[in-house]
């Protein structure tokens, strides 16, 4: 990269960018450096674009003054969304709303199959749609979780025989993937595999399906599932073990043909905090199955560490601190700079939102229990909203219709004259796009 394209980054991206522009060129080889974190910000996460700007005939307009501005980004930047509207209060419920579109455009939704279905065929269908519904409403993307999973399996499951436990979740997974087609197109398909045989001894029902189908094979039958009831989803296998066990589970999957499109990783945080380091060398160990990354269920805490083995139960009076919360702000932009800057990452979801219902009572949210911002969310808000963010631009179009920039992946607008059109900054690198300008409203 040349220094001239360099310096005019900041004209486009913001104050915030200059100092990517004066380290851009002058990483030193070590991994975690700011200076080489920003460089591959720069590399993987933003491109450049020609776009030419047209009228309704599809001519060029030239020396058009226009107003480019990002509504999008293209890397996913999520939460769990299960307190939505379940937060006590209308004040409660819509700050809980306004915060989480205010930063966030990826949401996970709780599909937990004995919490979804505690009796049989009566579902918590209307509930989830509506909270899809807000997400679609608010551009933002949705992912179901889980669809096989040992720990919350319904009661009435467990006492069937093993053929008719395989045929009702065969049957769960394809009514679940159909049946929210266009509004959750992307799925956490199995859940901890890694433990799933000999949970409990292995006596309830997922983990005796997973018994007698070895782990391959279920994983196989309900990734199999899930396609045919969506050949275009996004499909994720989904652990909190990150050693060997998980890298030879996966490639096990990969050599059997199992069509798994991302690999999920939980990095709960609750006992101790992982580090830069293990982020980065993580995502290294798993890069080389050439699929994208998520980090699925990001936890860093704003209070005291966990030093018990009850991951199940409720644990009152584990409150964030002052002190915590300065920690939990320091560490987040720590681990989300270093995720972002990895090419092989594609979303970095948080768990939970906010402190109320957080899991375990854990100080773990963005938000404090009354929804007010902890330091996290803001330092955080401004990292995503503002020094990652392209716009808005004033310019004009050259005599050929066209306007040239860099900015930040993901989906923008252009306006002139009463007149709008949208575009995709797609890739890295050299792009162009073309914008048909229309009336707004049409």
Known sequence: MSFMRTACIPAILGISSLILCTTILSADGDPLSSESIDRRIQQHRTGEITLTITGDSGKPIANMPIVIEMVR???????????????????????????????????????????????????????????????????????????????????WLTPQPLDQIETLHMQRIRREVAGFVGLIDTWDV??????????????????????????????????????????????????????????????????????????????????????????WNTCEQYARFNRPLHFTELTILSGKLKTDNDWFGHHPGWDSTPEGEQRQATQAVELYRVLFSHPSV????????????????????????????????????????????????????DTAGNVHFRGYLGSYTVTANKQRATFELAKPGKNTETAKLTKMGR
């Open 73 to 155: 980004h293209k890397f996913l930047f999520g939460c769990n969304a299960y307190a939505l509207d379940k937060c006590g209060t209308d004040e409660m419920n819509r700050l809980y709303a306004d915060r989480f579109a205010a930063l966030l455009n990826y949401a996970t939704l709780p599909f937990y199959w004995g919490i979804y279905e505690p009796a049989q065929g009566k579902t918590d269908e209307a509930r989830v749609r509506k909270m899809a519904e807000w997400c679609r409403q608010h551009n933002i993307q949705t992912k179901g979780h889980p669809l096989c999973w040992h720990e919350v399996e319904p009661k």
């Open 346 to 397: 594609e979303a970095i979801t948080w768990w939970d939102f906010s402190d109320l219902k957080a899991w375990q009572g854990a100080p773990a949210g963005l938000l404090r229990k009354d929804m007010s911002p902890k330091p996290a969310y803001n330092k955080l808000h401004a990292l995503i909203r503002k020094e990652w963010w392209t716009g808005p631009l004033k310019s004009k179009t």
């Open 190 to 279: 199995v859940n901890e595999a890694v433990v799933m045989p000999g949970h409990k001894g292995g006596k309830k029902a997922i983990p005796r399906l997973c018994q007698g189908l070895g782990q391959v094979g279920l994983i196989g039958k309900c990734f199999a599932e899930a396609r045919k009831a969506n050949p275009r989803a996004v499909l994720l296998l989904n652990d909190f073990v990150t050693d060997e066990r998980y890298e030879k589970l996966i490639g096990d999957c990969i050599e059997a043909g199992v069509s798994i499109n991302t690999i999920g990783i939980q990095s709960h945080m609750h006992t101790r905090y992982r580090g830069a380091k293990w982020a």
